[in-house]
């Protein structure tokens, strides 16, 4: 199987011998599952399940945990998390340098202990569509991934008693199968395509080019196809995510103003998380419209919260999120050495997984 994890989603794949790449379906017999994990009761819930308990128990349900791999409670990336999810509670692994999620005073989890119960779900979801068992897979990362990080993904799936047969960067993965279907159309000329993929806490650009290669092998040249990857640009903490949370935020605000209550929504966790998945839908919403209402019932207090927001709002408080929609671009360019002026970017192949399309293209 192959195992697309993300911070927001999960996909996996199944190679069989003569048989096209298949998605596995999760039991709601949908191709992509929430990476989210809970606990409540003795019972743990994945994906969707998880999301509901989530809601009512935010401390018990675990998400974006992908970032959190390999790095120390001091690192940037970590502090950032705390401040976007204050209420877990983050304590530091004395024996690896790393993190632990306190879950309550005799649990602890690591973030690698949390994906690996991902991987068995993944393999779970495999088998089903497969009808027989699996044990090896392929994961994809993200392209900025450290040796730090990517042994973390590997401890990950050794703890999933997963066998892992490669690493693959997540624009090389594309590219693969991108390249895969338009071999016909390679010649010994390269070929250059960008990839842009915003997805929900990082964004990438990446630059591969594409021709066929004459090789001699065994006493015979042979033509084959060839992929290279040849400009990267990224950045960790743009994307859909951030969006959310600014938004969020900017709900809480308005709640707070509207002094239906006198508590804090900003100290309340089961308040801030439905004001987050409420900030989701809204964001949702506002990428194909112009204004919507933002509405939840006993958010706090048992009060009701209803109130209007505009595009315009949302691109107020995320102005300076636009102006690094282009940086990954640029950075890609520099790498590679080309320029887009000049015309050898033939096509840009745009991957976009946070629900803003229209709005981060219409600032570029």
């Known amino acids: 199987m192959s195992v697309d994890f993300g911070s927001e989603w999960m996909k996996i794949g199944i190679v069989s011998p003569g048989v096209p790449m298949e998605i596995a379906l999760n039991k709601e017999s949908k191709r992509k599952t929430p990476t989210i994990i809970s606990y409540r009761d003795n019972i743990r819930t994945f994906g969707e399940d998880a999301q509901t308990v989530g809601i009512r128990f935010p401390k018990n349900s675990y998400q974006y945990m992908l970032d959190l791999l390999g790095k120390g409670i001091n690192h940037p990336v970590v502090k950032l998390f705390q401040q976007r999810f204050p209420y877990y509670d983050l304590v530091e692994d004395s024996d690896r340098g790393t993190i632990l999620f306190k879950h309550d005073d005799e649990t602890y989890y690591s973030p690698e202990e949390l994906i690996a119960q991902f991987l068995v779900k993944a393999r779970e979801f ?158 949702n919403v506002l990428s194909a419209n112009n204004d919507h209402f933002a509405q939840i019932e006993g958010l706090l207090d048992d009060q009701d919260f209803r109130v209007q927001v505009t595009r315009e709002d949302l691109e107020n408080i995320c102005s300076d999120i636009f102006e690094r929609v282009g940086n990954p671009v640029e950075q890609a360019l520099r790498t590679a050495g080309l320029a887009m002026d000049v015309g050898k970017i033939w096509k840009i192949y745009a991957v976009i997984f946070s629900n803003v399309l229209e709005i981060l293209w219409s600032k570029l």
Do not use: W
């Open 126 to 283: 495999a088998e089903q569509s497969a009808h027989q068992k699996i044990k090896e897979c392929v994961i994809t990362v993200p392209c900025y991934f450290n040796q730090v990080e990517r042994k973390a993904i590997l401890e990950a799936a050794k703890l999933a008693d997963l066998k892992v047969l490669q690493l693959i960067n997540n624009h090389m993965a594309v590219a693969l199968n991108y390249g895969i279907f338009r071999t016909k159309d390679f010649n010994e000329t390269a070929q250059y395509v960008m990839f842009y993929d915003m997805g929900a806490s990082a964004t990438t650009a990446s630059i591969v080019s594409l021709q066929n290669v004459k090789t001699k092998e065994r006493g015979y040249v042979e033509t084959h196809p060839q992929i290279s990857v040849i400009g990267v640009g990224y950045d960790r903490t743009l994307g859909g995510l951030e969006i959310q949370i600014r938004l969020r935020d900017h709900l809480a605000k308005k709640f707070n103003e509207q002094k239906k209550t006198t508590n804090d929504v900003f100290k309340n966790p089961r308040a801030m998380a439905k004001l987050f998945k409420e900030a989701g839908r809204v964001k």
